[in-house]
Nanobody, 127 residues
Framework: QVQIVESGGGLVQPGGSLRLSCVVS????????IGWFRQAPMKEREGVAA????????YYADSVKGRFTISRDNAKNTVYLQMNSLKPEDTAVYYC????????????????????WGRGTPVTVSS
């Protein structure tokens, strides 16, 4: 049974940092791409970052490039999202998601291509 559990969200001041974790169980991550999406109130779910299976290529939304870093530790079946220089507009529920095979820059933000989703962890950036 596939389980995806996110953690690490919380309240942080503008300019601060958070590291989100995503632990996956039920299978090994080696053959899967992993992504992070977020959804703010009254807004559509947005693809934030992804790391592909295979060569480990990473992709980011323009809004987070240079501030967020996605990484994976296949041995621990865990994926991380390091978020720095946080802004109020980063406030959202952050979801971890996986799909078998590779992903790419042109498709990682297409939410229906992702197969399994966690329940999300909330992030609030406010002073």
């Amino acid at each position: 049974q596939v389980q995806i559990v996110e953690s690490g969200g919380g309240l942080v001041q503008p300019g601060g940092s958070l590291r989100l974790s995503c632990v996956v169980s039920g299978f090994t991550l080696d053959d899967y791409s992993i992504g992070w999406f977020r959804q703010a109130p009254m807004k559509e779910r947005e693809g934030v970052a992804a790391v592909s299976s295979g060569d480990g290529s990473t992709y980011y939304a323009d809004s987070v490039k240079g501030r967020f870093t996605i990484s994976r530790d296949n041995a621990k079946n865990t994926v991380y999202l390091q978020m720095n220089s946080l802004k109020p507009e980063d406030t959202a529920v952050y979801y971890c998601t996986i799909q078998r095979g590779t992903t790419r820059a042109s498709s990682f933000q297409i939410f229906w291509q992702w197969e399994y989703w966690g329940r999300g962890t909330p992030v609030t950036v406010s002073s």
